[in-house]
């Protein structure tokens, strides 16, 4: 927990599975908003956090999500059910919300989790809230997700940059993964939010994922490189974007039987139509992804042994 970046302003720096959350204290009397709220096997935790850093005699009125993705939004039903605070969404999946549809809000798509919630509000951008005398400006940050928003403080120059930026990259682009890049195309939506972040005067990030930083022109620069690294190899992409949802549900489930694994492969939507379109290599889906597997071992961040891999 970060209380100490600035003023009435509480950062939940959590670990990949789930997303940074951002408590933004009220003033005296008002209550807080919470942006963005974790995995839904975290929703304990999350509740938690947030039930101890609320000051005295404060409550939670409102979340409010950069977007849908079920790292970000897989709190929403806990804390809404605990507090009785209100949702406030972006607007493109606003009627996929209200008619719980999985598929257009990529659930089944990725075989992720997340509680059934209902949106009260959405947040265009262009349009601002307030809390505890800060305004919060959200902009549109297609990429990652094409629906997304990022938050901006033009009066301390800070930015809620959910995955639009890190410190080291920015999340894996959904559009250009799913095969769905939209009329501008997944990796010029990045560009352009990246652009759109220079514009800006920031001088603090808050990442959907990993520490707050500083160092925003550096950041860009890293971002930047790795974009084009994607566009020279759109492959590239592709692989990196399934071996990231294989830590994903690693992360989630900590250890798993091969076999196991390799049924997850094969009953993954988005797992089984990016290895199609990549023309089917190694034959079979799950051979595919045991040599994934294979490479994330090698890079260290997980663990077979005896049949078992086991997130590192």
């Known amino acids: ?33 919470l942006v963005d709220t974790g995995y839904a096997s975290h929703a304990e935790q999350t509740l938690a956090l947030v039930r101890h850093a609320l000051r005295p005699g404060q409550s939670l009125a409102r979340i409010v999500n950069t977007h849908l993705h079920s790292d970000h939004c897989g709190g929403n039903a806990a804390l809404a059910r605990a507090f009785g605070a209100r949702i406030v969404i972006p607007p493109g999946h606003a009627d996929a919300v209200a008619a719980w549809d999985e598929d257009q809000l990529t659930y089944r798509l990725t075989s992720q989790r997340c509680d059934r919630f209902s949106a009260e509000a959405v947040l265009r951008p262009g349009e601002s809230f307030a809390v505890g005398g800060r305004h919060w400006q959200a902009l549109a940050a297609p990429g990652p997700d094409p ?17 639009a930026l890190w410190e080291n990259g920015f999340g894996v682009v959904f559009p ?12 010029d939506d990045v560009a352009a939010v990246l652009a759109l972040i220079e514009s800006l005067d920031v001088r603090l990030v808050i990442p959907g994922h990993g520490a707050p930083f500083t160092d925003v022109a550096g950041a860009l620069q890293r971002s930047r490189s790795r974009l084009a690294a994607f566009r020279a190899d759109p492959v590239r992409h592709a692989r990196h974007g399934i071996k990231a949802l294989t830590k994903y549900h690693l992360l989630e489930v900590g250890s798993e039987p091969l076999a196991a694994l390799h049924a997850w492969f094969t009953t993954t939507p ?3 139509q990016v290895w199609q379109r990549l023309g089917r290599p190694d034959g079979a889906a799950a051979a595919w992804g045991e040599r ?3 490479e994330l071992v090698a890079q260290g961040v997980a663990v077979l042994r005896d049949g078992v891999v086991r997130n590192e």
């Open 1 to 33: 927990m970060r209380a100490d970046l600035l003023p009435g302003v509480t950062v939940f720096e959590r670990g990949w599975l789930s997303s940074n959350n951002v408590l933004l204290h009220g003033s005296d009397g008002e209550h807080a908003t």
């Open 147 to 163: 629906h997304s928003l990022i938050l901006f403080d033009r009066q301390d120059g800070v930015l809620i940059s959910a995955d």
């Open 176 to 187: 250009e993964l799913d095969g769905h890049p939209g009329d501008s195309g997944g990796f």
């Open 270 to 272: 988005i797992v089984a």
């Open 292 to 294: 994934l597997v294979a």
